[in-house]
């Protein structure tokens, strides 16, 4: 077989460049060395949480809230065109603070984020308590932002990835990419467990596995292991996510509640261990002790992967022809992903693309 693109890399960044490039025609194809969304998409608890986790300013805020923005007809177009809900809530998220220093961090964030134009309602923990009365007087105060919301992250990748494959795409599950394949300094295909395919242009899109693919001294990407876990109840216990810096409870359709997560780096084993599980459980609980009465679901790991750099490379080689990158989008591979996908679809059709805060080639 011979493609325009070969996408290394089944996750949701690489299957939504999938899915923009096959709308416009191109002819492409998504290389997985297991199944779509197996790693950290699959893992993620799909927060598009631009406000909620930026507490400090910088480039890559533009790009989130761009890609935020995205999220409403892009739920629908994908609805539409493949059948798949990918559960998109626009309720919002509030950021909590448990005490008087934190909650001072979170005003001051408030005021760049309003003067950016950005909603911001700042709440005493009584108001919160009014609007979700399960939360404990263990929170002191919290700051709302009503743009903010979430995904179920799975069902975005398989939606990117069948909207692809109705567009003309091919993937290939299963499948390692041995060896990138070039002549001289151009690029002419891969070499795959299950043999080789020609292309014009290969885009990495490998996560924390991207590494061997980007044939550059000092530019990689390295593992960040997240331990989450997850409960269900028959009674409604909170209606809108609940973040704070390194935690967060998300409410999902179903009556289940996903509560995350660990931060360990540098390590590629997905093992949970129970003091882990047993921390998140008694934070969780410390905040909204009904969860004390939620039926066990289960507990997983999964592999957030970040960049040498600490923004996403995406991009053109420097000096490999038809050779792009797009990965190490750390805890924001769900919320970028739209921008990702389209910011690449112009870059591969040619076009002149600019966007701020990522580390561009």
Not at 121 to 140: C, N, W, Y
Not at 201 to 218: E, R, Y
Not at 239 to 252: A, L, R
Request: with cysteine; glycine share 10%.
């Amino acid at each position: 077989m011979n493609y325009d693109v070969i996408i290394i890399g089944g996750g949701v960044i690489g299957c939504s460049i999938a899915h923009y490039l096959s709308e416009r025609g191109a002819s492409v194809a998504v290389v997985e060395r297991h199944t779509l969304g197996a790693e950290a998409s699959g893992a993620a608890a799909g927060l598009l949480g631009v406000q909620a986790e930026w507490t400090m300013y910088d480039s890559l805020f533009q790009a989130a809230r761009k890609s935020r923005s995205m999220f409403p007809a892009l739920s629908v177009k994908l609805r539409d065109k493949t059948g798949i809900d990918i559960g998109y809530q626009s309720s919002g998220i509030y950021r909590i603070a448990c005490n008087e220093e934190t909650a001072q961090q979170l005003r001051e964030s408030v005021s760049w984020q309003q003067n950016l134009g950005e909603q911001a309602v700042i709440m005493t923990g009584e108001q919160l308590r009014d609007k979700e009365p399960a939360i404990s007087p263990f929170v002191h105060e919290a700051v709302y932002y009503p743009e903010d919301g979430h995904v179920i992250a799975h069902e975005l990748t398989r939606a990117f990835a069948y909207s692809a494959a109705a567009s003309g795409a091919t993937i290939y599950e299963e499948t390692e990419v041995l060896e990138i394949e070039r002549s001289g300094n151009t690029i002419t295909g891969v070499v795959t467990s299950r043999g080789r395919i020609s292309c014009a242009q290969v885009v990495v899109a490998a996560g924390s596995w991207s590494t061997p693919f980007l044939h550059m001294q000092h530019v990689g990407t390295y593992p960040v292991k997240g331990e989450v876990l997850s409960v269900t109840s028959y009674k409604s216990i909170l209606s809108v996510p609940i973040f704070e810096e390194g935690f967060y409870i998300v409410p999902k359709r179903g009556g289940r509640y996903i509560i995350g997560a660990t931060v360990t780096e540098g390590v590629y084993d997905k093992t949970v261990t129970m003091g882990s599980i047993q921390s998140l459980m008694q934070k969780a609980v410390a905040i909204l002790p009904a969860l004390q009465e939620a039926k066990w679901e289960r507990a997983w790991a999964g592999l957030r992967p970040q960049s040498k750099a600490g923004a996403p490379y995406m991009g053109r080689h420097p000096e490999i022809e038809g050779l792009y990158m797009c990965t190490g989008h750390y805890r924001n591979g769900i919320l970028l992903s739209p921008l990702a996908g389209r910011y690449m679809a112009d870059l591969l059709e040619g076009k002149s693309v600019r966007e701020e805060g990522f580390v561009c080639y």
